[in-house]
């Protein structure tokens, strides 16, 4: 915990060595692309106090010293967008100056001109149009405020994304199916990051269970080894082509069977596997009939007896029902339940039905014949249904 915190310190005097050379730059009047350059700089030095503060609070168990902590990173960020502010309005007032004394030389040269009695040239016209050309001399002022607007805007904008929240991505605890999200928000997070050591950091930091345990010993090795070692890891272990393919057929295959209710997130299920799928170039381990077959027995009767007249139109039109069609079928099937209006009315008066005459089938006696009395348990449409004996008698007729 205290290498952290003096890790951070550090990085905070990086930060302020970045914004006095900014400051260097603008009392200088440095051109746009040296200003962007540093502006740049300024945020990744600030990104890199937040990631070691993240670090160092997760290990902090008490309170108190947690409200230190997370008070001491609001007074940096407030400190940090002080400065930039400042610095803004510092080079909006350069430039203003800086316009205002062109323009008094242009005025002190003209008057000058004319007290000297000099041959003043009139502006050449456009043919035909009798418009005064612009003179050459204030191209490069103008150059010049377009350079400084970009570089008003951009620092606008960081200003404004420096406001903002700091997301937080979800820990991955190595589930091949949410490897690649993980490693994309990974990479954009230390994205403009040199630091390996940080870089790694912040790997580590992320991963939970399974995923922690297979890169553990990658803080044995130098920060750019152990990054190495473990990205290649989590490729290797839960990043990989078979693995994940394996991961979603098994999802799919073993999905309980749905209801009305649960259609919706069956068929988005049902889809992010298909879509992994085709993208990794497996279809074919879920696009045969038996594969087929199973998904759509999953879900609730009065669908699969509506499947069964897609696939009879599908085949007497000369095509064979694919992965494609079922995905397809499930997806529209999900809308018109889940329709906020008109997708349960159907649903609703199917389900009250089925549980009237399932109480009134529960309910049924037989009257007593030859002493002894029944009562049926269960639906009298199965076969065999119990029977239950109500008097003393056990010789029940068959």
Not at 23 to 28: E, T, V
Not at 33 to 59: G, N, P, S, W, Y
Not at 181 to 204: C, E
């Amino acid at each position: 915990m205290d290498k952290l915190k003096i890790t951070r310190r550090n990085r905070k005097g990086n930060l302020t060595r970045a914004l006095n050379e900014l400051q260097s730059l603008i009392d200088g009047g440095a051109n746009s692309t040296d200003i962007e350059l540093v502006i740049t700089k300024a945020k990744t030095r600030f990104e890199q106090i937040e990631q070691c503060h993240e670090e160092l609070v997760e290990l902090i168990t008490d309170d108190n010293d947690f409200a230190r902590e997370q008070k001491w990173i609001t007074e940096t960020q407030e400190e940090f967008m002080s400065e930039m502010f400042r610095l803004k309005k510092l080079m909006v007032n350069n430039d203003t100056e800086h316009n205002t004394d062109n323009n008094n030389e242009h005025e002190v040269t003209d008057t000058t001109g004319v007290l000297n009695g000099s041959n003043v040239t009139e502006p050449e016209t456009n043919a035909g149009e009798g418009e005064p050309v612009v003179p050459g001399d204030n191209e490069p002022t103008a150059v010049v405020n377009s350079d400084r607007s970009n570089v008003d805007s951009g620092l606008t904008g960081l200003l404004k994304t420096m406001s903002l929240p700091k997301p937080r991505p979800k820990p991955f605890e190595g589930d091949p199916l949410h490897y690649h999200a993980f490693i994309s928000t990974f990479t954009n997070m230390v994205a403009g990051i040199s630091d390996d050591n940080l870089k790694l950091n912040t790997l580590m930091s992320l991963c939970m269970g399974k995923a922690l345990e297979a890169i553990q010993y990658c803080v044995l090795k130098s920060p750019s080894e152990g990054l190495e070692a473990a990205t290649k890891t989590l490729k290797e272990r839960f990043g990989n082509v078979s693995v994940i393919v394996q991961a979603w057929v098994a999802k799919v295959m073993s999905y309980p069977k749905v209801d009305s209710g649960d259609l919706n997130a069956y068929a988005d299920d049902l889809n992010n596997g298909y879509e992994a799928l085709k993208a990794l170039g497996y279809l074919h381990e879920l696009n045969n009939q038996g594969c087929l077959k199973q998904i759509v027995s999953k879900l609730p009767k009065f669908l699969q007896n509506r499947w069964q007249r897609e696939n009879y139109k599908l085949k007497t039109s000369g095509s064979i029902p694919s992965l494609t069609d079922v995905v397809k079928f499930v997806k529209a099937s999900a809308k018109e339940i889940s329709d906020p209006v008109f997708g349960s009315v159907d649903t609703s008066i199917t389900t009250s039905l089925t549980k009237t005459k399932r109480n009134q089938v529960n309910n049924v006696s037989f009257p007593q014949q030859g002493g002894v009395g029944f009562k049926v348990k269960g639906d009298l449409s199965g076969v065999g249904y119990a029977r239950q004996i109500t008097t003393g008698q056990t010789n029940a007729p068959n």
